[in-house]
């Protein structure tokens, strides 16, 4: 069992810059791999990042390549999403999930923790 609690959303300009936090807790939040999804008004979940719970794997959507990294602090069992040149169609719910699998990690249906999401709003 792992609760997530995503922190650090906000309103930015298109061009700067965002860093969302998931700070996980539960005895083996360490143990979980990562991933960042995002939501926007009338449409569907969408997978953003992951990570492995070691660190040492990661992937992107295309559409966030070269600006959004994903990252994590086991010591702090909090996975960060640094947000760079953010667009206005970035702006949506940012959620944060865990999941056991090591593989397939863009696959929405591999998580079964959530937090509750934190808005993100890019002006133009």
């Known amino acids: 069992q792992v609760q997530l609690v995503e922190s650090g959303g906000g309103l930015v300009q298109a061009g700067g810059s965002l860093r969302l936090s998931c700070a996980a807790s539960?005895?083996?939040?360490?143990?979980?791999?990562m991933g960042w999804f995002r939501q926007a008004p009338g449409k569907g979940r969408e997978f953003v990042a992951a990570i492995n719970w070691r660190g040492s794997n990661t992937v992107s959507a295309d559409i966030v390549k070269g600006r959004f990294t994903i990252t994590r602090d086991n010591a702090k069992n909090t996975v960060y999403l640094q947000m760079n040149s953010p667009k206005p169609e970035d702006t949506a719910v940012y959620y944060c999930?865990?999941?056991?699998?090591?593989?397939?990690?863009?696959?929405?249906?591999?998580?079964?923790?959530w937090g509750q999401g934190t808005q993100v709003t890019v002006s133009s």
């Open positions: 539960g005895r083996t939040a360490s143990s979980y791999s």
């Open positions: 999930a865990a999941t056991v699998a090591g593989i397939n990690l863009d696959n929405v249906a591999k998580y079964g923790y």
